[in-house]
């Protein structure tokens, strides 16, 4: 792969007006080189700002990136250059179905299969928003397999291996609330990663004030009762916090043993990354 | 309820020994409605950092299915944070340091949080 990145590197830069700017900018997403991937992308749709590929590839990008705003708005125009276009039309099923709005998501994914019914990631992601998955997979709107996270598991996700709750009680944010490993589910079951990491995103900091405000040092943890569970966060690094999440049979100290164990464990995965 | 009252209601918990303030706020813009504070606090800024907080770890809690917070606690290098928020919507915070007994402090912001509710 990286030998193809040069050597279309190199085709580019010998003719910037080639389109092969596409296939470049797939790879770097591919590779998640998401700052180089974006830029080959913008200055191709300098260039071609209406090549609906163009749009569908940034909005592929700023997916991954967990941009989703800008998606959002990539894939619209896609959709407006190319009504057809099967990528923005899963792409946009994803967004929907990652905010919740399933009837939206599965209004898209049908027109994607009016247009190509061959496609099994269609199929799966129908299902999926049907709620016909298998029980593993329902609830996670990664499982909607339009974006790089989706097709290929990313290992940095694995950060809590074998420890109890990996998959849906520990979670590791950077300071921008971005996911770096874990997963929370809700009671009901449901993926609620994104929606919690979200919130937390300012929560280290305005810790870290209230502490210092309060001429306590350093904040070391929060923990915290709620009427279904009990939560602790913890930061392990200055950069980055980490979530526990068990039901009130745990009692907040050994909550707080639990979260100790795991922000070791993210402590050194995390200087593994350096 | 007048603010004697909201005073009044903090007595048990600034009676635990190692708290060294304690405050009633309201939880949707951080107002100091009372305090008792030991020398030093800067009542109306952690008023206002403890609601932000509140609020943030609330929706967080909220998000992940395990409801509104009934009872926080922020622990730091050299001292601790402990919130209880009422029904009304006020937030029953206490300062403590570091060693506290932090099982009563809780029960005495519960007790506070009840009587302002």
Same mark, same amino acid.
């Given at each position: 792969m990286a030998d193809d990145i040069k050597l279309l590197s190199a085709q580019l830069a010998q003719d910037p007006h080639s389109l #092969? $700017? =596409?296939? *470049?900018?797939? =790879? *770097?997403?591919?590779?998640?080189q998401f700052d180089l991937a974006q830029r080959v992308a913008t200055n191709g749709l300098e260039r071609h700002p209406h090549l609906a590929d163009a749009h569908d590839l940034l909005a592929r990008i700023q997916a991954d990136? %967990?941009?989703?705003? %800008? @998606? $959002? !708005?990539?894939?619209d125009m896609t959709l407006r250059i190319a009504p057809r276009h099967t990528g923005a039309l899963k792409g946009l099923a994803f967004l929907y179905f990652k905010v919740g709005d399933l009837a939206q998501a599965e209004s898209h994914l049908r027109e994607a299969k009016k247009i190509d019914p061959d496609d099994p990631a269609v199929d799966q992601a129908l299902a999926m928003v049907r709620g016909g998955a298998p029980a593993a997979e329902r609830g996670s709107a990664e499982a909607v397999p339009v974006s790089a996270e989706v097709a290929e598991p990313i290992p940095e996700e694995r950060v809590f291996a074998g420890l109890e709750g990996a998959q849906?009680? =520990?979670l590791l944010l950077d300071a921008a609330g971005q996911v770096l490993g874990g997963a929370l589910k809700s009671a009901d079951g449901q993926d609620a990663t994104q929606a919690v990491a979200a919130y937390l995103a300012g929560v280290s900091q305005e810790a870290s004030r209230t502490a210092k405000l309060l001429g306590l040092g350093g904040w070391v943890g929060l923990s915290a009762e709620g009427p279904r569970g009990n939560v602790h966060l913890t930061p392990p690094t200055q950069d980055a916090l980490l979530l526990v999440v068990r039901d009130r049979s745990v009692p907040m100290g050994r909550l707080a043993v639990i979260a100790q164990r795991a922000a070791l464990i993210a402590r050194r995965w995390l200087e593994r990354q350096v | 309820m007048s603010a004697n009252g909201y005073e009044a209601a903090l007595h048990g918990v600034t009676g635990v020994r190692g708290v060294r303030g304690a405050m009633v706020v309201t939880g949707s813009d951080g107002l100091v409605v009372a305090e008792s504070l030991m020398e030093g606090i800067k009542g109306t800024a952690v008023a206002a950092l403890a609601a932000s907080l509140a609020a943030r770890l609330?929706? @967080?809690? !909220?998000a992940g299915? #395990?409801?509104s917070g009934v009872f926080w606690h922020l622990q730091a290098e050299r001292g601790a944070l402990l919130v209880v928020p009422a029904r009304s919507g006020m937030l029953i915070v206490a300062v403590a340091e570091p060693g506290v007994n932090a099982g009563l402090v809780r029960l005495e912001l519960l007790r506070a949080a009840e009587s302002v509710a």
């Open positions: #092969v $700017f =596409l296939r *470049l900018g797939e =790879l *770097l997403r591919q590779k998640r990136r %967990h941009d989703y705003e %800008h @998606a $959002f !708005d990539e894939w849906e009680g =520990l | 609330g929706r @967080a809690m !909220d299915g #395990v409801g």
